[in-house]
T-cell receptor
Framework: EPEVTQTPSHQVTQMGQEVILRCVPI?????FYWYRQILGQKVEFLVS????????KSEIFDDQFSVERPDGSNFTLKIRSTKLEDSAMYFC?????????????FGEGSRLTVL | QQQVKQSPQSLIVQKGGISIINCAYE??????FPWYQQFPGKGPALLIA?????SEKKEGRFTISFNKSAKQFSLHIMDSQPGDSATYFC???????????FGKGTTLSVSS
Protein backbone atom coordinates (compact mmCIF):
# COMPACT_ATOMS: atom_id res chain seq x y z
CA GLU A 1 0.00 0.00 0.00
CA PRO A 2 1.45 3.39 -0.95
CA GLU A 3 2.40 5.59 1.94
CA VAL A 4 3.82 8.97 2.81
CA THR A 5 7.34 8.68 4.19
CA GLN A 6 9.05 11.28 6.34
CA THR A 7 12.64 11.78 7.43
CA PRO A 8 14.12 12.18 9.93
CA SER A 9 11.86 10.51 12.46
CA HIS A 10 13.42 12.60 15.21
CA GLN A 11 15.70 15.62 15.10
CA VAL A 12 17.24 17.50 17.99
CA THR A 13 18.59 20.96 17.25
CA GLN A 14 19.81 24.05 19.02
CA MET A 15 17.71 27.19 19.05
CA GLY A 16 18.54 29.40 16.07
CA GLN A 17 19.63 26.54 13.83
CA GLU A 18 18.08 25.73 10.47
CA VAL A 19 16.13 22.52 10.10
CA ILE A 20 14.89 20.75 6.98
CA LEU A 21 12.22 18.10 7.27
CA ARG A 22 11.72 15.84 4.28
CA CYS A 23 8.70 14.04 2.92
CA VAL A 24 8.05 11.74 0.00
CA PRO A 25 4.34 11.98 -0.82
CA ILE A 26 2.37 9.25 -2.54
CA UNK A 27 3.45 9.28 -6.16
CA UNK A 28 0.21 10.16 -7.98
CA UNK A 29 -0.89 12.76 -5.45
CA UNK A 30 -1.02 16.39 -6.46
CA UNK A 31 -1.68 18.19 -3.17
CA PHE A 32 0.81 18.35 -0.34
CA TYR A 33 0.51 19.61 3.20
CA TRP A 34 2.44 20.18 6.37
CA TYR A 35 0.73 20.02 9.74
CA ARG A 36 2.21 20.11 13.22
CA GLN A 37 1.13 18.69 16.52
CA ILE A 38 2.55 20.00 19.77
CA LEU A 39 2.67 17.17 22.30
CA GLY A 40 -0.83 16.14 23.32
CA GLN A 41 -2.51 18.95 21.43
CA LYS A 42 -4.46 19.27 18.22
CA VAL A 43 -3.16 18.86 14.71
CA GLU A 44 -2.55 22.36 13.31
CA PHE A 45 -2.43 23.27 9.64
CA LEU A 46 0.74 24.97 8.43
CA VAL A 47 0.68 25.06 4.63
CA SER A 48 -0.72 23.47 1.51
CA UNK A 49 1.10 23.19 -1.80
CA UNK A 50 -0.25 22.55 -5.28
CA UNK A 51 1.14 22.99 -8.75
CA UNK A 52 4.52 24.03 -7.39
CA UNK A 53 3.25 26.86 -5.27
CA UNK A 54 1.74 27.52 -1.88
CA UNK A 55 -2.04 27.43 -2.12
CA UNK A 56 -2.80 28.29 1.49
CA LYS A 57 -0.90 28.96 4.69
CA SER A 58 -1.82 29.55 8.30
CA GLU A 59 -0.75 32.28 10.67
CA ILE A 60 1.81 29.87 12.11
CA PHE A 61 3.59 29.67 8.76
CA ASP A 62 5.56 32.91 9.04
CA ASP A 63 8.74 34.04 7.30
CA GLN A 64 10.78 31.50 9.25
CA PHE A 65 9.09 28.68 7.35
CA SER A 66 9.40 27.71 3.71
CA VAL A 67 8.42 24.74 1.59
CA GLU A 68 9.88 23.34 -1.56
CA ARG A 69 9.41 20.49 -3.97
CA PRO A 70 12.98 20.36 -5.23
CA ASP A 71 12.95 17.31 -7.48
CA GLY A 72 9.42 16.19 -8.26
CA SER A 73 9.33 13.56 -5.53
CA ASN A 74 10.46 15.18 -2.27
CA PHE A 75 8.52 17.84 -0.41
CA THR A 76 10.47 19.72 2.23
CA LEU A 77 9.72 22.03 5.12
CA LYS A 78 12.50 24.38 6.17
CA ILE A 79 12.57 26.26 9.43
CA ARG A 80 15.19 28.96 9.07
CA SER A 81 15.95 29.81 12.67
CA THR A 82 14.31 27.46 15.11
CA LYS A 83 12.69 28.62 18.33
CA LEU A 84 11.86 26.62 21.44
CA GLU A 85 8.17 26.79 20.55
CA ASP A 86 8.84 25.04 17.23
CA SER A 87 9.28 21.81 19.17
CA ALA A 88 6.50 19.57 17.88
CA MET A 89 5.68 16.60 15.70
CA TYR A 90 5.53 17.69 12.07
CA PHE A 91 3.30 15.68 9.76
CA CYS A 92 3.45 15.69 6.01
CA UNK A 93 0.31 14.70 4.13
CA UNK A 94 -0.69 14.29 0.53
CA UNK A 95 -3.92 13.86 -1.37
CA UNK A 96 -4.98 13.04 -4.88
CA UNK A 97 -7.70 15.66 -4.77
CA UNK A 98 -7.96 18.80 -2.64
CA UNK A 99 -8.61 18.55 1.08
CA UNK A 100 -12.30 19.29 0.66
CA UNK A 101 -12.90 16.45 -1.71
CA UNK A 102 -10.72 13.59 -0.67
CA UNK A 103 -8.67 11.80 1.90
CA UNK A 104 -5.41 13.17 3.25
CA UNK A 105 -2.77 10.53 3.79
CA PHE A 106 -0.40 11.37 6.61
CA GLY A 107 3.14 10.22 7.22
CA GLU A 108 4.30 9.02 10.61
CA GLY A 109 5.76 12.39 11.46
CA SER A 110 9.10 13.98 12.26
CA ARG A 111 9.59 14.89 15.88
CA LEU A 112 11.52 18.14 16.24
CA THR A 113 13.07 19.01 19.58
CA VAL A 114 14.57 22.48 19.91
CA LEU A 115 16.92 22.99 22.86
CA GLN B 1 -15.08 30.87 12.30
CA GLN B 2 -12.41 28.44 11.22
CA GLN B 3 -12.58 26.47 14.46
CA VAL B 4 -13.96 23.02 14.97
CA LYS B 5 -14.86 22.44 18.61
CA GLN B 6 -14.59 18.86 19.87
CA SER B 7 -15.70 17.23 23.09
CA PRO B 8 -15.01 15.46 25.34
CA GLN B 9 -11.25 15.77 25.66
CA SER B 10 -11.03 12.22 26.99
CA LEU B 11 -13.38 9.28 27.24
CA ILE B 12 -13.27 5.97 29.05
CA VAL B 13 -15.66 3.29 27.87
CA GLN B 14 -16.16 -0.32 28.86
CA LYS B 15 -15.56 -2.97 26.24
CA GLY B 16 -18.77 -3.46 24.30
CA GLY B 17 -20.08 -0.01 25.14
CA ILE B 18 -20.85 2.92 22.85
CA SER B 19 -18.33 5.74 22.47
CA ILE B 20 -19.71 9.11 21.41
CA ILE B 21 -17.59 12.09 20.40
CA ASN B 22 -19.12 15.41 19.40
CA CYS B 23 -17.98 18.27 17.19
CA ALA B 24 -19.41 21.65 16.31
CA TYR B 25 -18.47 24.19 13.67
CA GLU B 26 -19.37 27.75 12.74
CA UNK B 27 -18.30 28.12 9.12
CA UNK B 28 -21.32 27.31 6.94
CA UNK B 29 -19.03 26.90 3.95
CA UNK B 30 -17.71 23.64 5.43
CA UNK B 31 -19.10 20.71 3.51
CA UNK B 32 -16.72 17.85 4.18
CA PHE B 33 -16.46 16.36 7.65
CA PRO B 34 -13.98 13.54 8.19
CA TRP B 35 -12.95 11.76 11.35
CA TYR B 36 -9.33 10.75 11.76
CA GLN B 37 -7.95 8.12 14.12
CA GLN B 38 -4.44 8.41 15.54
CA PHE B 39 -2.51 5.74 17.42
CA PRO B 40 0.54 6.72 19.49
CA GLY B 41 3.58 7.34 17.33
CA LYS B 42 1.58 7.33 14.12
CA GLY B 43 0.07 9.94 11.85
CA PRO B 44 -3.68 10.47 11.71
CA ALA B 45 -5.56 8.09 9.40
CA LEU B 46 -8.97 8.65 7.86
CA LEU B 47 -11.66 6.64 9.63
CA ILE B 48 -14.91 7.81 8.07
CA ALA B 49 -16.22 10.99 6.42
CA UNK B 50 -19.56 12.59 5.63
CA UNK B 51 -20.95 15.36 3.46
CA UNK B 52 -23.98 17.45 4.48
CA UNK B 53 -26.32 15.91 1.92
CA UNK B 54 -26.85 12.96 4.29
CA SER B 55 -27.64 12.92 8.00
CA GLU B 56 -25.89 9.66 8.81
CA LYS B 57 -23.17 7.45 7.45
CA LYS B 58 -22.27 4.05 8.80
CA GLU B 59 -19.19 1.94 8.17
CA GLY B 60 -19.05 -1.18 10.27
CA ARG B 61 -19.10 -0.19 13.94
CA PHE B 62 -18.47 3.48 13.15
CA THR B 63 -21.29 5.93 12.45
CA ILE B 64 -21.24 9.66 11.78
CA SER B 65 -24.42 11.59 12.63
CA PHE B 66 -24.71 15.02 11.04
CA ASN B 67 -27.06 17.85 12.03
CA LYS B 68 -26.73 20.63 9.47
CA SER B 69 -29.09 23.07 11.18
CA ALA B 70 -27.26 22.75 14.48
CA LYS B 71 -23.86 22.70 12.75
CA GLN B 72 -22.88 19.63 14.72
CA PHE B 73 -21.64 16.17 13.89
CA SER B 74 -20.70 13.22 16.01
CA LEU B 75 -18.88 9.91 15.86
CA HIS B 76 -20.46 6.83 17.41
CA ILE B 77 -18.39 3.72 17.96
CA MET B 78 -20.62 0.74 18.64
CA ASP B 79 -19.38 -2.32 20.56
CA SER B 80 -16.18 -0.47 21.47
CA GLN B 81 -13.09 -2.66 21.64
CA PRO B 82 -9.70 -2.20 23.35
CA GLY B 83 -8.18 -1.90 19.86
CA ASP B 84 -10.26 1.25 19.37
CA SER B 85 -8.22 2.99 22.08
CA ALA B 86 -6.71 5.94 20.22
CA THR B 87 -7.08 9.67 19.73
CA TYR B 88 -9.94 10.71 17.46
CA PHE B 89 -10.00 14.01 15.60
CA CYS B 90 -12.95 15.53 13.84
CA UNK B 91 -12.12 17.86 10.97
CA UNK B 92 -13.80 20.06 8.41
CA UNK B 93 -13.09 21.58 5.05
CA UNK B 94 -14.89 22.91 2.01
CA UNK B 95 -14.84 22.04 -1.66
CA UNK B 96 -13.02 25.24 -2.48
CA UNK B 97 -10.00 23.42 -1.19
CA UNK B 98 -9.34 25.28 2.02
CA UNK B 99 -7.19 23.48 4.51
CA UNK B 100 -8.58 20.65 6.58
CA UNK B 101 -9.12 22.07 10.06
CA PHE B 102 -8.91 19.66 12.99
CA GLY B 103 -10.62 19.63 16.35
CA LYS B 104 -8.52 19.29 19.51
CA GLY B 105 -8.93 15.54 19.66
CA THR B 106 -10.52 13.03 22.03
CA THR B 107 -8.45 10.36 23.71
CA LEU B 108 -10.53 7.21 23.92
CA SER B 109 -9.64 4.38 26.29
CA VAL B 110 -11.64 1.20 26.05
CA SER B 111 -11.20 -0.95 29.11
CA SER B 112 -11.52 -4.70 29.00
Amino acid sequence: EPEVTQTPSHQVTQMGQEVILRCVPISNHLYFYWYRQILGQKVEFLVSFYNNEISEKSEIFDDQFSVERPDGSNFTLKIRSTKLEDSAMYFCASSELGSGTGELFFGEGSRLTVL
Amino acid sequence: QQQVKQSPQSLIVQKGGISIINCAYENTAFDYFPWYQQFPGKGPALLIAIRPDVSEKKEGRFTISFNKSAKQFSLHIMDSQPGDSATYFCAASDQAGTALIFGKGTTLSVSS
